[in-house]
């Protein structure tokens, strides 16, 4: 569905444009690739992605949402019913994500604030997912759903940003099919069952942070 022709020539060259200058940005990161390059890779001239963009910052941005979208906007057959088919469809389908999984990598990480504002879609994507799920009853009830949703993100975005580390931890690369179906049952376990077999730590930790909120009720009423 990504790489579908549009009948408008226009609109397919933006599309060539933006998935050029994804492929581009994964590659050598925002400062390291020129309008020139980008042209280049997408057969255009460096006028029509002004024509289309603008200028290289209205590029990224619109590579952005539209990574953004890939990761968030295509989930929600496996949110209505997460069938053992649409399951396998989902784990095969890893490599379709590769260059959008090195263009988080390395956009994510260049202290930027249009890295912020990636990072901000990526968790407002991950709200939404668990908000969907909740009104589909697919969700036990959480203490902090902003604070669940950005724990969830941590967790989506953990391989991708820590990948050589991971793979090194592995032996093998997470985000590639093998290293997928080796993490997707233990993720699975996690997310569904935790990893205690006792609410000891859970209740233990709710006494204490009661505890500590009565003895602030106590001092500011002093």
């Known amino acids: 569905?990504?790489?579908?022709?549009?009948?408008?020539?226009?609109l397919t060259a933006r599309a060539r444009i933006r998935d050029a200058a994804v492929a581009a940005f994964a590659s050598g990161g925002f400062d390291g690739v020129s309008m020139r390059t980008i042209a280049s890779d997408a057969g255009?001239?460096?006028?029509?992605?002004?024509?289309?963009?603008?200028?290289?910052?209205?590029?990224?941005?619109a590579c952005d949402e539209h990574v953004v979208s890939v990761f968030t906007d295509e989930n929600h057959e496996l949110i209505d019913a997460p069938t053992t088919d649409r399951i396998r469809a989902a784990l095969n389908d890893i490599e379709r994500y590769g260059p959008y999984i090195d263009y988080l990598g390395r956009m994510l990480v260049d202290g930027s604030p249009a890295a912020d504002r990636l990072f901000d879609g990526i968790l407002a994507g991950?709200?939404?997912?668990?908000?969907?799920?909740?009104d589909a009853g697919l969700l036990v009830p959480m203490s902090?759903?902003?604070m669940t949703a950005l724990l969830m993100a941590l967790m989506g975005l953990g391989p991708v940003v820590m990948r050589a580390q991971i793979?090194?931890?592995l032996g093998q690369d997470q985000l590639s099919p093998a290293g997928l179906l080796r993490a997707t049952l233990p993720t699975m376990e996690l997310?569904?069952?935790?990893i205690?077999?006792?609410?000891?730590?859970l209740e233990g930790a709710r006494a204490a942070m009661a505890a500590d909120?009565?003895?602030?009720?106590?001092?500011e009423e002093r």
Request: charged content about 25%.
């Open 196 to 201: 205690y077999a006792t609410d000891a730590f």
């Open 167 to 169: 793979a090194r931890a």
């Open 126 to 134: 991950t709200r939404a997912t668990l908000d969907e799920q909740r």
């Open 191 to 194: 997310l569904t069952h935790g």
């Open 44 to 61: 255009v001239s460096p006028a029509l992605i002004v024509h289309h963009f603008g200028d290289k910052a209205a590029l990224r941005t």
């Open 1 to 10: 569905m990504l790489y579908m022709r549009s009948a408008s020539d226009d």
């Open 213 to 219: 909120a009565a003895t602030a009720d106590t001092e």
């Open 144 to 146: 902090d759903p902003d």
